[in-house]
């Protein structure tokens, strides 16, 4: 086993905020694991919050839907050739490259030609059961080590001979020791024994502004068939404004709370209307019906429908093999059709139990076992010391 003679330095890339969250969780895990070792990259609040001095401002880069990711490529390019050369400059040992496959393959390419002795490392693999499965071979030339936040991917990328273990989602895990309660919740509002729909435009400004009218109708019609329904409506930071400025047009103008608030929300609702995305593995975590709903331009409905090998979106979909959460997109994403899926979530005890079952047999298996962040420390520790350690798990985690 090679030995490390110093502290290493690692050059840490996340630029969204779901990848910002996964950052500060790893940051803690590598301090303990590496202790004396440097950290230098791009990261946002969360990051920021524990102690990480972000190279520049994540938030241009933050993009979603074709056209904006397309935008955004002449800045992506110019920020990724920075890191590379911060990575040379500070002599990174390896760097970590978290979600954002588009920036991390740039970030990586620049990495190669720039600064070649820095390992590479992806957290968070790119979505390859879902659309593009020739990125495998990309990934394998580009990353030294894949580390998977879902349990059905890193077969997927050993198939090409590339380096990949399952860590689990921090995400998930902090959702999981995040206390809640409902019932305050209600108490705080004045909710008292009211149907409440937790309702989530999504985080972005592009996807809450394609969704919140179809949410505001849905919820409204919805309200006509389950009497006393109130719609409550979790804001991301980055659309709190925009959300707040919509909810005073809604015909029943919906309760609007902060994320401080969020896991209590989701807690108290009896079923949810959400955008695709991570929030539909929190909202099972707590025990949420819902129904899931997503919009795009039209520019990115054209290159999705070229790209994508799977008819279901939704991570606990997927993992259960069935479309158990019913997903409405693009043209079936209506108020009319999401007003139907919610009022049966209300009033149809067997769609309710489906659900419920399908979350407690395939939360576990997203889980995984242990913490995720500490997971992926000792791998990417390993990776420093030129240990095979996740050869090692994968045989102790078969036995």
């Not at 349990?151 to 380096?163: I, K, M, V």
């Not at 006509?224 to 404004?241: C, K, Q, S, T, Y």
């Not at 709370?257 to 099972?284: N, Q």
């Not at 139990?353 to 979350?359: A, G, I, W």
Request: charged content about 25%; hydrophobic content about 45%.
């Amino acid at each position: 086993m090679a030995e490390q003679s110093r502290a290493p330095t690692l050059l840490l890339s996340a630029v969204e905020p779901s990848a910002d969250a996964i950052g500060a969780e790893l940051l803690e895990a590598l301090r303990a694991r590496l202790p004396g070792a440097r950290f230098v990259g791009c990261g946002g609040a969360a990051m920021a919050a524990a102690g990480f001095s972000s190279a520049f401002d994540t938030a241009p880069l933050c993009v979603m839907g074709l056209g904006d990711a397309l935008r955004a490529v002449p800045q992506a390019k110019r920020r990724a050739a920075e890191l590379a050369r911060l990575a040379r400059s500070e002599g990174a040992d390896a760097a970590v490259l978290i979600d954002a496959w588009g920036f991390s393959r740039l970030t990586a390419q620049a990495l190669g030609r720039t600064s070649p002795a820095t390992k590479r490392v992806k957290l968070a693999a790119p979505q390859v059961w879902a659309s593009r499965p020739g990125r495998t071979r990309a990934v394998r030339d580009l990353f030294d080590l894949v580390l998977a936040l879902l349990p059905f991917e890193p077969p997927l990328f050993e198939a090409e001979g590339t380096r990949a273990v399952f860590v689990g989602n921090p995400n998930f895990e902090a959702v999981s020791r995040t206390p809640r309660s409902g019932p305050a919740f209600r108490a705080r509002h004045g909710l008292d024994g009211a149907p409440l729909l937790a309702v989530l435009p999504g985080s972005r400004k592009g996807e809450a502004s394609r969704l919140l009218d179809i949410f505001a109708d849905a919820s409204d019609a919805s309200a006509r068939d389950v009497p006393g329904l109130r719609p409550v409506i979790v804001a991301a930071p980055a659309v709190e404004a925009l959300v707040r400025d919509h909810a005073r047009n809604w015909a029943r103008p919906p309760l609007v709370v902060g994320p401080e608030e969020r896991f209590d929300a989701f807690d108290a609702a009896d079923a949810a209307i959400a955008a695709s995305g991570t929030v539909t593995t929190e909202l099972a975590m707590c025990g949420t019906p819902m129904v899931v709903a997503y919009k795009v331009g039209a520019l990115t409905e054209a290159w999705a429908k070229r790209v994508l090998i799977t008819d279901t979106v939704t991570i606990l979909n997927v993992a259960a093999g069935e479309r158990v959460i019913p997903e409405r997109l693009q043209d079936s994403c209506t108020p009319e059709q999401l007003t139907a899926d919610i009022v049966r979530l209300f009033t149809d005890d067997a769609a309710r139990r489906r659900q419920l079952s399908m979350f407690r047999r395939v939360l576990p298996q997203l889980l995984g076992p242990g913490r995720a962040a500490d997971r992926a420390a000792g791998e990417i520790a390993a990776l420093l010391q030129g240990e095979d350690r996740l050869h090692l798990d994968a045989g102790a985690e078969r036995q």
